[in-house]
């Protein structure tokens, strides 16, 4: 199991106007935490509470329809392009970025043991675009294209330059070259799927974008380039067990929540930092972000009351932010808790030569690129600690499924607990709407004229 250590935020290490009395707060709160996890637990099998994705590690139909997809394509494609933007893409790209070997679309064909490459079109930037379309061979190009509503406008703008593009090369053959990932029963997508033959996977009701990455969402992009992802669902099912437990001093997932909401109510902490040792976990940081800041930054309360609340979250780097973000951290406004994420067993043990004995550098020599590493992180958490900045530790055993499947799940059981602390809906997204509503609007999508006249209007203003 991933392990998590809170000393850094105690009280007794970074003092009492910046720190927490762990074990007092974990008793004050006791009783609270124990009735929002059994809370969960209990309104997860209903409609309407966006907790399904609490049971997508036992979802074993989907899981055998994927592998049996992803066993029919085997060796047809040499690429997999997944449009999709949020939730529907950074889940996806954060496992396989972890996953796969690093630099996976740059090695040859037998180096990846026939499986494709796969790429993620997260964005409607023109130029990348364009690029990524003209550097591929569509005609060996699998293309999953991702939307529960079916109506996102920068995904379907992509799918409707891609399937152009496809038909023009394929004629009717295109749709076996489109997989489509959506409603089971509504939206444009889900019409234009049936009226046109695509093979689907279904987003299931009550799973949000960001709480999505062990649906198919998630899980097919990983199949189809080779990963196990039965691996990945043991993973999640371990980690929910150990996340049942109402005991807060036996539940990661509580503490860390815990954690961030006193940090932020008690100590004016208003920026939670992802700051991950491991080049492979970078994308986790993505993901974390947008699972952050969309559950939890919200206006109003369950109560209607005005409130604000959330924290702003903030990727970073390790070791590459040492050299840019901690000169801020440690002396910039103490106004931040750190969150890092550690590796016990990379893959690689990679040893500095024994050169340059003579020089300033020959210290490094007959160590390891691990050692510096591990050298590096230990040196940032004692330096924040001596600047009196609280910090936790997230620890995998190893980057694997397994692993990495217990953190992104504790991670989104974290989420929804803060959420239930800050006595908020962690599952809308009405900041969100209005900025897609007034995008409609301006691309002259039908019913939004009143949006398009207000907009217009604004405009002339900011």
Known sequence: MIKFDYKGVSSDVIGEENGLDIEKEFSDYHDRITQIIADLNQRKDKPGQWLQWMNLGY???????????????????????????????????????????????FLTPKQRQNFPRIFFLDNIDPDSMQSLLEMLDLKRTLVNVITKSGSTAETMAQYMIVKDMLEKEL???YRKNIVATTDKQTGILRQL???EGYKTFVIPDDVGGRFSVFSAVGLLPLALVGIDIDHIM???KDMDLALKNTDIHNNIAAQNALIHYLMDTKKGKKISVMMPYSS????????????????LGKATNNDGNI?????????????????????????????????FVRVENFDTNLEIP????????????????????NAEADSTKVTLSNHLR???????????????????????VQTAIAGELYNINTFNQSGVEQAKNYTYALMGRSGYEESASEINGKLLTV
């Open 354 to 373: 024994k050169i340059f004995e003579y020089t300033g550098i020959g210290y490094l020599g007959g160590k390891t690129i691990n050692d510096l590493l």
């Open 171 to 173: 004629g009717d053959e």
């Open 307 to 339: 409130v604000h609340v959330g924290q702003t979250p903030l990727k970073a780097m390790g070791a590459t932010d040492q050299y840019a973000e901690l000169q801020l951290f440690n002396e910039g406004p103490n106004d931040k808790i750190i969150n």
């Open 390 to 412: 609280p910090t936790v530790t997230i620890t995998l055993p190893e980057i694997d499924g397994y692993n990495l499947a217990q953190l992104l799940y504790m991670l989104e």
């Open 234 to 236: 043991q993973g999640i």
């Open 59 to 105: 979802n074993e139909e989907t899981v055998w329809y994927v592998k049996e997809y992803a066993s029919m394509v085997e060796n047809r494609f040499d690429n997999i392009l997944v449009l999709g933007i949020g939730g529907s893409a950074l889940g996806g790209l954060a496992m396989t970025e972890a996953l796969l070997k690093p630099y996976w679309n």
């Open 193 to 195: 799927a049936d009226q």
């Open 280 to 295: 492979r976990l970078r994308y986790v940081s993505d993901w974390y972000v947008h699972l952050w800041a969309e559950s």
